[in-house]
C-alpha cells in the first residue's frame, strides 16, 4: 500500500532556494543500446561525478534507438509503444546508495511527438518510491522533477538502500523522439540554511508592511 507524504510551503521553499544541486548522470560516458536486442549492458561512470557508478539504456521495440554521449541521453522511437529505459545503480546489483540527504531529482527533456514517463526508484528490498505515472509529455522543451517529499511511497521503503533507478520513456504518437539532459539532483538543506530562509522570508513580508 502506498502512501502520500506531503510537507509545508515553508519548507518545500527551503528545499527549493538553499539546497545544492548535484549531477546524478553527467551522460558524458558513451553508449547505447543494443540494435540486435533488450538493450546494452552496464556502463561505468564512476569518474564522471555522478551520483550512481553504473548506467545501462535500453530499447524496446525493433524500430527504436537510443544512445547516452555529448552531455545527453537521446532516443528514436518511431512507433507508438517503443519505450526506451535508462537504468542507474551503485556498482552493481548487490550494493545501495543512500539518499536520505537528498530532495529531488530532476531532468531535462526535449521532445518531438508525444511520449509517457514513469520514474522508479528501488530500494534492496524491491519497494518503489515513485511518480504516480505515467505522466504525459508534449512536444517542446520542460523540466520533470521527482519531488521525495510528495512522490508515492511504499510502506516500508528505504531510502538509506536504495538498489537502483530507473527511468521509463514510452512514445505515446508515432516519430517521436527526446533528449535528455541536466539529470540532477537536489540536498535536503541544513537546519541551519533553512532558518537563514525563514528569517529571510519574515523581513520581507517585514519590508512589505
Same mark, same amino acid.
Given at each position: ?26 551522460? #558524458? ?15 561505468? #561512470? ?12 535500453? !530499447? ?22 517503443? /519505450? /526506451? ?10 550494493? #545501495?546508495? *543512500? ?8 531532468? *531535462? ?20 518510491? *515513485? ?26 521503503? *528505504? ?48 519590508? !512589505? !508592511?
Amino acid at each position: 500500500m502506498k502512501t502520500s507524504i506531503a510537507i509545508g510551503a515553508l519548507a518545500l521553499a527551503a528545499i527549493a532556494g538553499s539546497a545544492n544541486a548535484g549531477v546524478v548522470d553527467p551522460f #558524458t560516458t558513451p553508449g547505447s543500446s543494443n540494435p540486435a536486442g533488450f538493450g546494452s549492458p552496464y556502463v561505468n #561512470t564512476s569518474g564522471s561525478g555522478s551520483l550512481f557508478n553504473e548506467r545501462q539504456v535500453a !530499447r524496446f521495440g525493433s524500430s527504436a534507438a537510443a544512445s547516452v554521449g555529448g552531455g545527453a541521453w537521446t532516443a528514436s522511437l518511431p512507433a507508438s509503444g517503443n /519505450s /526506451s529505459v535508462l537504468r542507474l545503480r551503485q556498482d552493481s546489483s548487490f550494493s #545501495t546508495i *543512500d539518499l536520505s540527504g537528498i530532495a529531488s531529482m530532476s531532468f *531535462d527533456i526535449a521532445v518531438t511527438g508525444s511520449l509517457t514517463f514513469f520514474w522508479n526508484i528501488l530500494d534492496e528490498n524491491g519497494l518503489i518510491i *515513485d511518480f504516480p505515472g505515467p505522466f504525459a509529455i508534449s512536444a517542446g522543451s520542460s523540466t520533470q522533477t521527482l519531488n521525495f517529499s510528495t512522490a508515492n511511497i511504499d510502506a516500508g521503503f *528505504d531510502i538509506t538502500k536504495v538498489v537502483r533507478s530507473e527511468i521509463w520513456i514510452t512514445a505515446a504518437s508515432a516519430n517521436s523522439s527526446f533528449s535528455v539532459t541536466n539529470y540532477t539532483y537536489t540536498l535536503v538543506p541544513t537546519p541551519g540554511a533553512a532558518a537563514v530562509l525563514g528569517l529571510g522570508g519574515l523581513l520581507a513580508a517585514r519590508r !512589505r !508592511r
